[in-house]
Structure formats: C-alpha cells, structure tokens
C-alpha cells in the first residue's frame, strides 16, 4: 500500500494505475464531487495529517493491527485474540426499509445538543463545513465504480469481491416502541459467529455515542445475532501538517441483551421524547444548554445556523416546529438564507415525534 501521489487517500496498488484504462480507483472518483467539497478536504486533510482510505483496507487494518477490545464487564482483551485465524468477509446488507418516514437518524446521538440533533435531520446542516468534508471521506472510502482496484483487496484477504453497493451505507431501520431510527453504515462484515460493524470517523477522539449509533445499525440488521462487533476508526491523534497518517481503531465487543444494548434503547426513548418537546416549545432556545454551544474544542458545527433560526425566532416568535415547517413561504426561507428556492427545511421523509 501507498500513498496517493495526486491527493490525500491510501491505495493498496504498488503502481498508480490512474491513467490505465483497465482499472479505476479513489482518484476517479473526484470528478463525481464538488470541486469546493473536494479542496475543503483536501486542505483539512493537509493541515491534520490524515488520509482518506478504501473501505477495504479498513476490514484489512483489523487483520495486520491488533487494538485492545473493550468488554462490557469494563475488562479488555486482544482483538487478534478474538479473531483468531478466523477470515473476515464484507456482510451483505438485506433488511431494508420498511417506513419512508423516520423520528431520529442513529448518527445524531453523537451530538449531546437537542437542536443540533434536529437540524441534522434538516436541509440546514448543508452549510457545516466538517459535514461537506465528512461526505467527501465516506464517498471515497465507499463508493463503488465499475472495475474498481479496490476489490483485489478482499480477495487478497481471502474474501469475495463483493460490490461495496451490497454491504456499505445502505439505509438501515431500527423501530423501537414506534420510534423509527434511519442510518446507514459505513461497512458491515462477518467474523467467527459475530456480525461487525465498520465506522470511519473525522474527529480523532473515540465517543461512547459512536458504539451507540453502531449497535443500532446492528440491531437493524440482525437483532438475534448473540455477539457484534463494533469498530470506530478516528483520525489520528494530533494536528501534524503533511503526516499522512492512517486511522486509530476503537473496538467494542457487546452481547444480545448487553449493557450496551439496553443503554442504547433508553437512549433513543429519551431523545424522542426530549425533541418532540423542543419542537413544541414556544421558547425554544430557553431549553438549549449553552456549554455545548463553545466548548474547549471550538463552536458546535451548527453554531451558525442555530445563531440564524434563533433571529428568526426574535421575529416570528412561535414553536420551534413551525420555524422548520413548510408552513412559511420559500421566498422568507430564502431570504433568512436556509435553503435553496423550491425546497423545504424539513424534508418529507421527516416524520415529526406526535405523541410523548
């Protein structure tokens, strides 16, 4: 494996085979992104020192590296210890969805902001530069181009060259006591009798927030499986200009009917219920907890936004569901600068909490 010579991304070829018609790889993947997109990571990436990566060599990275893996009980153990000789295969997605209509994304719970949670489900967070920079990462590492290198990978494992398209972010939908949870994973894959779940995360500090979006993309897929595995790669530690670094792996193993696992459907209960009051609040920024405004680490990345629905609320002065609401004008939408003309904050797909 090396380093791309033309942008920020790890190949597992020894020669670039960019401009050999029989292949394609990451680098032609470019010209399908926004050029604005693009440079934004490109020049966070830069400044950071890290890489983006194929999904591939991520299932692999769980081969040739052997982080500790942390146990419910609070203990640890060797993740080559887990695996044994066992091979790793990409998992095929298959359970679907069966609602167009979703309460809460699994991604939100790693925000601890009500209102971000629910800008996240609007057309707002469109403005987030971290988002457009996130979205550029997981198209690299996941999207799936005709006679793509990459596949070599899995077969190098000793996998089938499986079609990124069958096992990486393809929706998911975990219904719990009616509330529907949408979200997509990165990758899913099969181990010893464990079903895994692969991450690739920008921030480089491991949230017990991201083994929670995990195990609901787990449960989605397959609620009886008695043992997941969930793996979060996070950018390496440290702001080290022209690094290039590959990611740190974060690795939890959880059971059915776990700690992990009730924690999670208590979590998505309290989140239901804490936004469909927010939404519903005539004074909704009176319920906002300001310290996760600015913290040590900077402004929240929907500071600005919430700083422009907040004048919009000084004007309007009503619930926070009828400022995200089709119910006001485009041209006073595009005005306060949400949206594009034509579109709406909250898309159809949104279906608003109703009941608490």
């Not at 380093?3 to 020669?15: I, L, T, W």
């Not at 670039?16 to 790889?25: F, I, N, P, S």
């Not at 500790?68 to 060797?78: A, H, N, Q, T």
């Not at 998505?268 to 909704?284: C, G, H, K, T, V």
């Amino acid at each position: 494996m090396k380093k791309c010579p033309h942008f920020p991304f790890m190949c597992d070829r020894n020669v670039c085979v960019k401009d050999d018609d029989r292949y394609t790889c990451g680098y032609d993947l470019l010209s399908l992104l926004d050029e604005e997109d693009v440079k934004l990571f490109e020049d966070d990436a830069k400044k950071n020192g890290y890489l983006a990566f194929p999904i591939e060599l991520g299932l692999a990275m769980l081969r040739y590296t052997s982080p500790d893996v942390f146990l419910e009980d609070g203990k640890s153990i060797s993740l080559r210890k887990i695996l044994e000789d066992y091979p790793i295969y990409p998992h095929e997605i298959t359970s679907g969805v069966e609602h167009e209509k979703y309460n809460l994304t699994a991604s939100e719970f790693n925000t601890p902001c009500v209102l971000s949670r629910i800008i996240q489900k609007t057309n707002l967070d469109s403005k987030n530069v971290y988002a457009r920079i996130g979205r550029v990462i997981h198209f690299l590492m996941n999207e799936q181009l005709d006679k793509l290198i990459h596949n070599e990978t899995l077969l190098r494992m000793g996998a089938p060259a499986m079609d990124r398209r069958m096992y990486c972010e393809r929706t998911l939908e975990f219904v719990h006591k009616d509330i529907i949870v949408h979200g997509h994973p990165d990758a899913m894959f099969e181990v010893k009798d464990m079903l895994g779940v692969f991450d690739n995360k920008r921030s480089m500090h491991v949230k017990h927030t991201y083994f929670t979006q995990e195990t609901i993309y787990a449960l989605a897929e397959d609620p009886n499986r008695e043992r997941y595995l969930l793996v979060v790669a996070t950018r390496p530690y440290g702001e080290i200009e022209f690094a290039e670094r590959l990611p740190n792996l974060d690795v939890a193993l959880i059971r059915r009917g776990g700690e992990v696992i009730r924690r999670t459907l208590k979590d998505i209960e309290e989140s239901y219920i804490r936004q469909a009051e927010l939404l519903r609040s005539d004074n909704p920024f009176k319920h906002v907890n300001k310290r996760n405004c600015v913290t040590s680490s900077g402004p929240c990345f929907n500071y600005e936004i919430c700083k422009e629905l907040y004048n919009l609320w000084r004007i309007e002065r009503t619930e926070l569901i009828d400022l995200l609401n089709d119910k006001y004008t485009e041209e006073v939408m595009v005005d306060k600068g949400f949206l594009e003309r034509g579109k709406h904050i909250l898309p159809k797909k949104l279906a608003l909490p109703q009941d608490l």
